[in-house]
């Protein structure tokens, strides 16, 4: 929950960065002190600035850090996939789930155009795994209130691949903020991208990060989770934790494995252990330097 007293950093660019404060924003730049140890100011950084304004002092301790896109203490991060062009991988927006989990994210799957497709096959692969969805209807406004509330008192950010309607959907929500739309390029089957740095707004009462870096859906760019840690980024798995035979088990191949019966049992979403598995796979295979 982001506190409405705290001064923070809403853009940085160029070596400047752009602070909300109660008097209005202000341009200021950071101490050499940061550089020093290797710390960036982010977008969504809570400050501490000089008396006269012309220096971010401190940078307050953050409840999390992406470096690409750069910005710091996101609260929610609104999940946008299209029930049709482009049609959804699930692998994909698993590997999303996973990284917001894993970096104390809430995660919310944000169904568009299912006014043409049904969102029905989505709906499905979420049924019983924890992860909200919301089914956009832009005629009927359907969906819009949810997001809003989810918005409110909290500091969040979309991804989305292309094409999605991500823009379409923050001029729903916000249209004062006129946000460009690209078309959809038939030839690609994606938009084109139309922002080009993190900059935070501040709408229907919370905290909006414009992230450029979400755009193209690689979750590998948000952050490496550890094959061990995997487990802990699927909600649905937590009830089964510790009935396994053996301890340790890594939910794949393993006699007496709890998850593997609730699969089988229909518990847990196939399309969802599918992703486990070949995210389990990945991280195995990578090197130790790339961890």
């Known amino acids: 929950m982001m506190s409405e007293s705290m001064d923070y950093i809403t853009k940085g660019i160029g070596g400047f960065y752009y602070v909300r404060t109660a008097q209005g924003i202000v341009e200021c730049k950071a101490r050499g002190i940061f550089r020093k140890r290797g710390i960036v100011p982010v977008a969504g950084d809570n400050v501490v600035l000089s008396a006269d304004k012309m220096t971010i002092d401190e940078i307050l301790p953050r409840k999390n850090v992406f470096i690409r896109p750069p910005v710091a203490n996101l609260d929610v991060l609104f999940i946008v996939a299209s029930t049709t062009q482009p049609v959804p991988s699930t692998l994909i927006l698993d590997e999303l789930i996973a990284a917001a989990v894993y970096k104390d994210v809430q995660p919310v799957l944000v169904v568009t155009k299912a006014d043409l497709v049904a969102a029905d096959r989505l709906a499905q692969a979420y049924e019983g795994s924890g992860i909200p969805l919301v089914a956009l209807h832009y005629e009927t406004g359907e969906g819009l209130d949810t997001i809003r509330h989810y918005i409110e008192g909290h500091l969040c950010a979309f991804c989305g691949n292309s094409g999605v309607g991500k823009s379409t959907l923050l001029n729903a ?119």
């Open 173 to 291: 929500l916000a249209p004062e903020l006129r946000r460009e739309t690209g078309q959809i390029s038939q030839k690609l089957g994606r938009g084109r991208h139309t922002t080009r740095e993190v900059e935070i707004f501040e709408v229907c009462g919370g905290r909006l990060a414009d992230t450029p870096g979400f755009a193209s859906l690689e979750a590998q760019k948000l952050c490496r989770i550890p094959k061990e840690e995997l487990q802990h980024t699927f909600p649905e798995f937590e009830p089964y934790f510790g009935q396994c035979r053996f301890t340790g088990c890594s939910h794949r191949s393993e006699t007496g494995c709890a998850i593997r019966n609730a699969v089988d049992e229909g518990k847990i979403s196939k399309t969802r252990y599918a992703s486990y598995l070949a995210m389990y796979e990945e991280a195995s295979a990578r090197k130790e330097w790339e961890r």
